[in-house]
């Protein structure tokens, strides 16, 4: 069975650089057949779609956040990681990882971790 | 690209049938058939229930389905049940690699 698990500093100061980690086990980030999305969801509100990335290194990104974010994988490890730069704390929220259907379902998430932009 | 559009809440009396709607463009929902559908209950990690505008995975019962037509997908939950409270997320493709989820629909079973 495909586990993912979020792992990251769970607050981060207002303009420094948010970074989190997705270990998955159970089944490959160098598949083929998939792409590694993360979601974030603040407090009280919906799912964003904020980037997925493909075992090769090719990036999709929001819009939103296309010149704050970097996404990578590591096949060695089996992880994929999120950086996410100059944060404000619009930024904060539950942040999952996910993995992705070439059509752009999500079938399998992690249980998501909290961070907190704050001073 | 924006975040499609869902009603903020639904609702239906136990055993009957509630339609949620998911309006997007022809670039997005009208153009691929790459709708998916999400619940999320309270504290929870979203669960997928529908994809590719249609398709259940193993496990999800067969009282969800879903649907399209032009620019509009909708999920329909039948024979509702306690258990169908929750919230509901709608996601398709945009195009380019770049996929957008709806604003969500508050489900209440009365």
């Known amino acids: 069975q495909l586990q993912l698990q979020e792992s990251g500093p769970g607050l981060v100061k207002p303009s420094e650089t948010l970074s989190l980690t997705c270990t998955v086990s159970?089944?490959?980030?160098?598949?083929?057949?998939?792409?590694w999305a993360w979601i974030r969801q603040p407090p009280g509100k919906g799912l964003e779609w904020i980037g997925s990335?493909?075992?090769?290194?090719?990036?999709y990104y929001n819009p939103s956040v296309k010149t704050r974010i970097t996404l990578s994988v590591d096949t060695s490890r089996n992880q994929f990681s999120l950086r996410l730069s100059s944060v404000t704390a619009a930024d904060t929220a539950l942040y999952y990882c996910?993995?992705?259907?070439?059509?752009?379902?999500?079938?399998?998430w992690g249980q998501g971790a909290l961070v907190t932009v704050s001073s | 690209q924006s975040a499609l559009t869902q009603p903020p809440s639904a609702s239906g009396s136990p055993g009957q049938s509630v339609t949620i709607s998911c309006t997007g463009t022809?670039?997005?929902?009208?153009?691929?058939?790459?709708v998916s559908w999400y619940q999320q209950h309270p504290g929870r990690v979203p669960k997928l229930m529908i994809y590719?505008?249609?398709s259940r995975p193993s496990g999800v019962p067969d009282r969800f389905s879903g649907s399209k037509s032009g620019n509009t997908a909708s999920l329909t939950v039948s024979g509702l049940q306690a258990e169908d409270e929750a919230d509901y997320y709608c996601s398709s493709s945009a195009g380019s690699n770049v996929w957008v989820f709806g604003g969500g629909t508050k489900l209440t079973v009365l």
């Open positions: 990335i493909f075992y090769t290194g090719t990036t």
């Open positions: 996910a993995r992705q259907r070439h059509s752009g379902s999500y079938h399998y």
């Open positions: 022809s670039s997005d929902v009208g153009g691929y058939n790459s």
């Open positions: 159970g089944g490959s980030v160098g598949s083929r057949d998939y792409y």
């Open positions: 590719e505008v249609s």
